[in-house]
Nanobody, 116 residues
Framework: QVQLVESGGGLVQAGGSLRLSCIASGRTASEETLAWFRQAPGKAREFVARVRADDYTKYYADSVKGRFTISRYNANNTVYLQMNSLKVEDTAVYYC?????????WGQGTRVTVSS
């Protein structure tokens, strides 16, 4: 079982930056691939980025490639999402989860609003 708590969202102007944090706790947290997802108003939840636990290999959705950077620090079981050059279409609630997802791990998420 893994518990995940997201933070760091807020309101930012287009072109700005935010850094999201997700603290993972639980016996297997440091062994899991961790990922960020987002859900925009009226849309399905979508994958954003993930990072493996063993070799830190990273994968990104095409829509965020080159703008977002995922990182993790196993020492404190935290995964970050650095979001640069934000666009209005990045507005969403951002969630972290394992990858593949475990449906009982979804938390409250953190809201990101990008204004034009």
């Amino acid at each position: 079982q893994v518990q995940l708590v997201e933070s760091g969202g807020g309101l930012v102007q287009a072109g700005g930056s935010l850094r999201l944090s997700c603290i993972a706790s639980g016996r297997t947290a440091s062994e899991e691939t961790l990922a960020w997802f987002r859900q925009a108003p009226g849309k399905a939840r979508e994958f954003v980025a993930r990072v493996r636990a063993d070799d830190y290999t990273k994968y990104y959705a095409d829509s965020v490639k080159g703008r977002f950077t995922i990182s993790r620090y196993n020492a404190n079981n935290t995964v970050y999402l650095q979001m640069n050059s934000l666009k209005v279409e990045d507005t969403a609630v951002y969630y972290c989860n394992t990858y593949p997802v475990q449906y009982n791990y979804w938390g409250q998420g953190t809201r990101v609003t990008v204004s034009s």
